[in-house]
């Protein structure tokens, strides 16, 4: 099992910038794949981005958050990040960071197949 936490939301400009932080206290966490997802009121969770466990990992974006958003992974200190640049007011969500065991290649789209969930952190991008 992995606990995941994340941290780093908060209140910003349109143009601006954060970086979320995702620890997680699983010994097994440099096994999971890991990814982002966020979800605004009255909407569905969605897929922001996601990257693979293993060397020469497998990295995914959103199209919308193409350019402007990079996902990383430090195993050694058990956390990932998500950072987002050029934020926009569209971004504002509630941001969960997401862990499965299986290799999420063919299925990280869609929320449902993941297993493991964080608290989320607010994101609000002001116009």
């Known amino acids: 099992q992995v606990q995941l936490i994340e941290t780093g939301g908060g209140t910003v400009q349109a143009g601006g910038s954060l970086r979320l932080s995702c620890a997680a206290s699983?010994?097994?966490?440099?096994?999971?794949?890991i990814g982002w997802f966020r979800q605004a009121p009255g909407k569905e969770r969605e897929f922001v981005s996601a990257i693979s466990h293993g060397s020469g990992a497998l990295i995914y974006y959103a199209d919308s958050v193409k350019g402007r958003f990079s996902i990383s992974r430090d195993n050694a200190k058990n956390t990932m990040y998500l950072q987002m640049n050029s934020l926009k007011p569209e971004d504002t969500a509630v941001y969960y960071c997401?862990?499965?065991?299986?290799?999420?290649?063919?299925?990280?789209?869609?929320?449902?197949?993941?297993?493991?969930w964080g608290q989320g952190t607010q994101v609000t991008v002001s116009s």
């Open positions: 699983g010994r097994t966490f440099s096994s999971y794949d």
């Open positions: 997401a862990a499965t065991p299986r290799d999420m290649s063919g299925t990280y789209l869609d929320y449902r197949t993941w297993d493991y």
